[in-house]
């Protein structure tokens, strides 16, 4: 075995957890990084056909969903775990929880283990600016922002940033968060309005932000809401049986999405016939499709949150911490002095015989004995 003893360490990976990706975030900036996530988004999705592509894997329950989120270029594969669980507040939990890796094609080497959970709320934010800076009109100013939950805040700093909006109505079923959304946006820079209905926040509004969490066939938007020239982005509906459009509203719009197969499945788009038109974005992005028309054309993204975007914030994440000098190098994988000796890891003899065997303690010692010789 001597031969393996010189071989080259196994790579290294990076592990990201949840405090140093706080710390990163307070580093960089909120700011820089929806900015950032969105700039490595749009890169991305310029390569569109370089990537391995396919519908994330889902397994669903009757409180949620927990999902496996795979793509892969030529040089990284990626995945993200995550989850949706509505009701998990009532538990002190986050409806959404993810982590996600960054791994190498060519050997298959994860190098980069991180916690998505903050991650995913920023490239989700990052993400809705980056298609309404194509779809909606110019000198947009105002949005409304329907369901103030955990992802409020990310969607309303990446619009004001990157859209340019200064006026938010904001409106929830549940008044206390609403309440803690416009608390913790003093001092932002924005024109915030509680509103007492959701036809009030939408009214007269450039944007429209749906971010609902309940697992359901909603109707938060009815087509009477839907003024001309409005775009829409409907960012809570992307599970079976859970949607945020009545399909009137679906009808009189332009629809984009992220990856049809995908949305067609989880989207707004699934209460309509599979000959339902609609137009990729990274089609918009490449020139090959036209956007936004005019200024009286309604149009709607239909997010429901693609793997190529985690791929996009995972790379950003991890160039950052590198940057920052952040982040633990983890033993994640057993390394073996010949790699296809995976149980001499293990020890000399790990497991004597056992007593079923029939064997003796002393036979089992003298059986042990020539593995140890030839190990020392």
């Known amino acids: 075995m001597a031969a393996f003893r010189d071989r080259t360490t196994l790579p290294s990976t990076v592990y990201l957890s949840a405090p140093e990706m706080i710390r990163l975030i307070r580093l960089k900036g909120l700011s820089a990084c ?13 390569r569109w056909n370089e990537f391995d592509k396919s519908v994330r ?8 969903v927990i999902e496996l989120m795979p793509i892969a270029d030529a040089a990284q594969f990626a995945f993200k775990y995550v989850n949706g669980h ?10 959404v929880m993810a ?6 094609v060519e050997t298959g080497v994860p190098r980069l283990l991180s916690e998505l959970t903050l991650t995913t709320a920023i490239r989700t934010a990052a993400m809705s600016a980056v298609v309404a800076r194509r779809l909606a009109r110019p000198g947009s100013r105002s949005m409304a922002l329907i369901g103030n939950g955990a992802q409020g805040e990310f969607q309303a700093i990446a619009f004001r940033d990157l859209v340019g909006i200064r006026e938010l109505r904001l409106f929830d079923i549940d008044p206390a968060a609403s309440a803690k959304l416009a608390a913790n946006l003093i001092g932002q820079g924005l024109e915030v309005r509680i509103c007492s209905s959701t036809a009030d926040a939408v009214r007269g509004a450039d944007v429209v932000t749906t971010v609902t969490a309940d697992k ?20 809570g509906g992307d599970c079976p049986g859970k949607t945020e459009l009545h399909r009137g509203v679906l009808e009189q719009a332009t629809v984009f999405v992220e990856f049809e197969p995908q949305s067609r499945i989880e989207g707004e788009i699934q209460q309509m016939p599979a000959d339902f038109g609609v137009t990729e974005f990274w089609q918009v992005l490449t020139g090959q499709k036209q956007g936004r028309r005019d200024a009286r054309e309604v149009t709607i993204f239909d997010s429901v949150g693609f793997a190529l975007e985690d791929f996009a914030a995972l790379a950003f994440m991890g160039e950052t911490a590198a940057a920052l000098g952040l982040g633990e190098v983890i033993e994640l994988l057993p390394e073996a002095a010949d790699p296809k000796d995976l ?16 064997a003796t ?4 010692d003298e059986a042990a004995a020539p593995v140890a010789a030839a190990i020392d």
């Open 86 to 95: 509505p009701t998990n507040h009532r538990r002190g939990l986050p409806t």
């Open 57 to 64: 894997v889902a397994c669903h329950s009757a409180v949620g």
């Open 361 to 364: 303690t002393s036979e089992a």
């Open 216 to 235: 359901a066939n909603a109707t938060i938007l009815t087509p009477e809401m839907i003024e001309p020239g409005m775009h829409i982005n409907a960012v």
């Open 34 to 46: 929806l900015a950032g996530v969105a700039e490595r988004i749009e890169r991305e999705f310029l």
């Open 99 to 104: 982590f996600g890796v960054l791994a190498d």
């Open 343 to 358: 149980f001499g890891l293990l020890g000399p003899c790990p497991f004597p015989l056992s007593k079923a065997s029939g």
